[in-house]
């Protein structure tokens, strides 16, 4: 079945503790991006990777590294977490980042809360 | 950059009735709408879209217009049921720094009333 995984689905932290959030595609796309998704402002581009070792800022980088050493796998790195990056984040890929109709497959998300 | 803005950012039908959802952006460099649905618990999936060179499209109960001289577009279900009770999201994607763009809008929750 063609899908977006992350784990983990839900995490609750503290202040400071590093912690990872992956995601894997097994569609073989290019293209692969981090959203948070908070109340009043809908989805929010963190990170984007247009194919392996090329990544670049979204709109709301700060506090967030990213690396794409394989095609199908994008982690998400919190080295320092603080409770404004309590949010629900959301994993997606596409086929490439280039043409008007690509498709953006979502994960199912994970819930960070940071205390 | 582009800014998109979606309204009403909650909304209650009754099962059969139509749900209507606006959207407007900013950037006139806009050529591509895509509408998602989030239902609970799971990420969000592309429903419908509509390119910048057409002004309506319908897949059975949902369609989308778009005006590109007001910069508004918006998404029509009609005879509406429980099911299509979601979070549903507007989004404006162009072409920019070498890659399609996508902005979402701030999300509608559809509740539709038995």
């Known amino acids: 079945e063609a899908q977006v995984t992350q784990n983990p689905r839900y995490l609750i932290t503290v202040t400071g503790k590093k912690l990872t959030v992956t995601c894997s595609q097994n569609m073989n796309h290019e293209y692969m991006s981090w959203y948070r998704q908070d109340p009043g402002l809908g989805l929010r581009q963190i990170y984007y990777s247009m194919n392996v070792e090329v990544t670049d800022k979204g709109d709301v980088p700060e506090g967030y590294k990213v690396s794409r050493k394989e095609k199908r796998n994008f982690p998400l790195i919190l080295e320092s977490p603080s409770p404004n990056q309590t949010s629900l984040y959301f994993c997606a890929s596409s086929f490439s980042a280039g043409d008007l109709t690509d498709t953006q497959y979502f994960g199912p998300g994970t819930r960070l809360t940071v205390l | 950059g582009e800014n998109v803005e979606q309204h009403p950012s909650t909304l209650s039908v009754q099962e059969g009735d139509s749900a209507v959802i606006k959207c407007t952006y900013s950037?006139?460099?806009?050529?591509?709408f895509p509408w998602y649905k989030q239902e609970l618990g799971k990420g969000p999936q592309l429903i419908i879209d509509i390119r910048s060179n057409v002004g309506e499209k319908k897949d059975q109960r949902i369609a989308v217009t778009l005006n590109k001289t007001a910069k508004h577009f918006s998404l029509h279900i009609t005879e509406t049921q429980p099911e299509d009770s979601a979070v549903y999201f507007c989004a404006a994607s162009s072409y920019s720094g070498g890659y399609q763009k996508v902005t979402f809008g701030t999300g509608t929750k559809l509740q539709v009333i038995p």
């Open positions: 950037d006139s460099a806009s050529n591509y």
